[in-house]
């Protein structure tokens, strides 16, 4: 998504580093979180879907939106 790829920039740009790093730093505490979450955070976990064995950032901040906008907001 280009959309995604802009805030990236950004996001490294505000941030002094790379486009790279930002999404290698996303993906490491995405990795984190799904690694180490607790039993009541399976119940996200279970409502998302992604290509691989976990989401990459672009899925997971896409799919966090939805669940968002779905609940007005407010994560389910």
């Known amino acids: 998504m ?3 790829q ?3 920039e950004r996001v490294a740009q505000e ?3 790379t486009p790279e790093d ?3 730093e996303m993906q490491y505490a995405i990795d984190e979180a799904y690694d180490h ?3 009541s955070a399976q119940v ?3 409502m998302m879907t992604f290509k691989g064995d976990r989401p990459t ?3 997971f901040i896409y799919q966090v939106a939805m669940m968002l906008d ?3 907001g407010i994560p389910q």
């Open 57 to 59: 950032p672009e899925e």
């Open 70 to 72: 779905e609940s007005n």
């Open 15 to 17: 941030s002094g580093t």
């Open 6 to 8: 802009e805030i990236i």
């Open 44 to 46: 996200l976990w279970d």
């Open 2 to 4: 280009k959309k995604f």
């Open 22 to 24: 930002v999404l290698k």
């Open 37 to 39: 979450h607790d039993a």
